[in-house]
């Protein structure tokens, strides 16, 4: 197996892409707020209406490096976050994308049908990251 390095990349604007005036200053409304302290946003919508595309454009013109998960396909809590390995006999701890992102200011953090996770529990961990105190401890 080998390992690709994970990277966090500004997402290219689509520039067929359409947005309501209104909806252009609210999300510049959100580029404010969270250049102070990290916003969460829940983006609504029908099957196929622009929410991923939305928050790829949003990362895109404003210069923010994004990573997406895909929440709804997680079945035990600590999926995004890490996992015991081994290599040559040896057992150690392989991070993944997900703290590098929550660690990197700016980054925008798509979760992926986060309403459909196939194991509730699996999203313990986390909703503390999305709490106010935006911490966890992972043994």
């Known amino acids: 197996m080998i390992d690709t390095p994970r990277q966090l990349k500004i997402p290219a604007i689509d520039p067929d892409f359409f947005i309501l005036n209104e909806d ?25 209406c622009g929410k991923s595309s ?5 990362a895109g013109i ?8 895909q929440v709804g396909l997680l079945s ?10 081994l290599k040559g006999g ?11 992102a ?14 459909r996770s196939e194991s509730p529990h699996a999203l313990n ?5 999305l709490s106010e105190d935006r911490c966890i401890w992972i043994d």
């Open 62 to 69: 404003y210069k923010r490096p994004m990573a997406t998960f």
């Open 125 to 129: 961990e986390l909703f503390s990251i």
């Open 76 to 85: 035990e809590s600590g999926e995004l976050f890490g996992q015991q390995r």
């Open 102 to 115: 929550i660690q990197t200011p700016g980054c925008v953090i798509h979760l992926e049908e986060i309403n």
């Open 24 to 48: 252009r200053i609210v999300l510049e409304r959100f580029k404010k707020m969270s250049e102070k302290h990290p916003v969460n946003l829940l983006v609504t919508g029908n099957q196929g």
């Open 54 to 58: 939305l928050v790829r454009q949003f």
């Open 90 to 100: 040896e057992t150690f701890y392989k991070e993944f994308l997900f703290p590098e």
